[in-house]
């Protein structure tokens, strides 16, 4: 999915090899500067970028100078229904969840109950990576820095929406196997922000790093309408249902559990709380003149433990790009942004924070298939850094609708394939089976009438529908259209099936998955 980093940050990571736009008319560049085009521009911009994008609903709040500008939504909660977004809608916020984790750390670290540079098996006995040197070495501030060697989204498919338990994820950690090297080849890597939510408990004598998070930073800070967690999140009143138009035309998606993975993913908000959240970063950890944690601890969040890039941006006014404890930092126009991104199923979403000027922003959409949510956030920092006008939401939808052109192509170019009911070399019987694979763990495949139905007794809400293709390859079409449209190819020994690759939607993984049949 082009924005993969919603649950990353890719946009920003990728910016130097985005588009350059011409600069648009004088008088856009003058109501550009000094937040102006926030006053005068600010809701054209939005509603016009939400029906080219195809985004139902967006919340925008914008603090400045320790005051809330801008709290408002634009567009509805569900599309065919009335009931609008407002300033208190619910979003997924995804990765967005990231700094929460790493200010609690930090916290801990304050209160003397860990040091962020001790071994990571210091807290979690048993931890370990592949390999026994990075395990000897991994510490805490290496769970959060994206680390391990081990590719971007490695393992997500594993753990995604599973049925798998935060300690079993943990576990699972050791059986990734990193095509770079420890401590030197960045892979965003969730599972780590897993473990390192684990620490909590073991150095506060059981509480859950929901319970802290909820203790130390919901309450103080009044995020009332915040949640920990996706459970019971379609019952809650004043929702944005989830959309994509990924793989067909828009369409609501399935809600998201993702509570086995919280410390990385989980929580759900607005940008009323979030507006609270933005003060407390802008205020160096105090809130209505309340140190909720010294500024010292708070700043450790914002140091960088990855550099991520050192070279100018062909796009954006920027040089360099590092990430702390769940937050990216850049240079912007001459001032040092600290911002990340997050993607659900159907949501995107991204929290920026520019200190110098005392300048907050968050956005929440519920479209995953879109750059908008990025291109405003540069809109904004543009017109309160002085950047002259440039359109980038302009820029960003000219690739958009390339890819997904080429998206919408592939999966017409499937349909055709299986359209022509080509004889399958083998009997469908022979397809069927059980299969495994190291991570993963088994799946099973079995007959449905003239087509194949895998299953996934670790994802127990997602199937697949295999459709014979030609040679030995069938279009796979998942449940949870989240996951996609791809080709899934059995692999034969002789004339026996010894095994099945299947592939999802890169916003979830990358890589294929091997599996073994049994």
Excluded at 275 to 296: I, T, V
Aim: include cysteine; aromatic fraction near 12%; glycine fraction near 8%.
């Amino acid at each position: 999915m082009r924005t993969f980093f919603g649950r990353l940050s890719a946009i920003s990571a990728l910016a130097g090899s985005l588009f350059v736009v011409n600069p648009q008319p004088a008088a856009a560049q003058q109501a550009a500067t000094s937040g102006r085009f926030i006053t005068d521009s600010l809701d054209r911009y939005i509603q016009r970028g939400m029906r080219q994008w195809q985004i139902p609903g967006l919340a925008v709040v914008i603090v400045k100078n320790g005051k809330v500008v801008v709290s408002k939504g634009y567009g509805v909660r569900a599309v065919g229904r009335p009931e609008p977004v407002d300033a208190n809608t619910l979003f997924m916020i995804a990765s967005n969840t990231k700094l929460f984790t790493g200010t609690a750390l930090a916290k801990l670290e304050e209160d003397k109950k860990l040091s962020l540079n001790d071994r990571a098996d210091k807290y979690l006995p048993g931890f370990r990576l592949y390999d026994s040197i990075s395990s000897q070495l991994v510490t805490v501030r290496d769970l959060m820095g994206h680390h391990f060697g081990t590719k971007t989204f490695q393992g997500d498919f594993t753990f995604w929406d599973s049925s798998l338990s935060r300690d079993e994820i943990v576990q699972r950690m050791r059986l990734l196997k990193p095509s770079g090297q420890f401590r030197k080849d960045y892979g965003y890597c969730n599972a780590g922000f897993v473990a390192a939510g684990q620490i909590i408990p073991a150095v506060t004598g059981g509480t859950s790093w929901d319970d802290y998070v909820q203790q130390n930073f919901l309450q103080p800070l009044g995020m009332t309408s915040t949640s920990t967690g996706t459970a019971g999140y379609g019952q809650r009143p004043n929702i944005a249902l989830p959309y994509s138009n990924t793989f067909g035309p828009l369409a609501q998606m399935p809600f998201d559990n993702i509570d086995n993975i919280g410390p990385c993913g989980s929580m759900v908000s607005n940008v009323t709380d979030l507006a609270k959240w933005l003060r407390f970063q802008l205020d160096s950890g105090r809130y209505e003149g309340k140190q909720l944690m010294s500024w010292a601890a708070l700043r450790k969040t914002r140091d960088p433990n990855t550099l991520l890039n050192t070279r100018k941006s062909t796009m954006l006014p920027t040089h360099y790009m590092t990430y702390g404890l769940g937050v990216f930092s850049a240079d912007y126009a001459g001032s040092q942004i600290f911002w990340h991104t997050g993607g659900a199923t159907g949501h995107v979403s991204n929290v920026c924070f520019v200190p110098e000027e005392q300048l907050g922003i968050a956005i929440l959409t519920n479209n995953d298939n879109q750059s908008f949510f990025e291109a405003l956030r540069y809109q904004i920092l543009d017109s309160y850094l002085g950047v002259p006008y440039t359109n980038r939401s302009a820029a960003f939808l000219k690739g958009a609708h390339a890819g997904d052109q080429e998206t919408y192509a592939a999966v017409a170019k499937l349909q055709s394939r299986v359209s022509k009911k080509n004889k399958l070399p083998l009997a469908l019987d022979a397809y069927t089976g059980q299969f495994t694979h190291p991570l993963f763990g088994p799946i099973s495949v079995a007959k449905k009438g003239k087509q194949l139905l895998v299953s996934y007794p670790n994802h127990p809400n997602l199937t697949a529908t295999l459709d014979y293709m030609d040679g030995q390859e069938f279009r796979a079409t998942y449940s949870n259209p989240t996951y996609g449209i791809f080709p899934a190819v059995f692999k034969l020994e002789g004339s026996k099936v010894a095994g099945l690759e299947m592939r999802i939607n890169p916003f979830i993984e990358y890589d294929s998955y091997q599996f073994s049949r049994l």
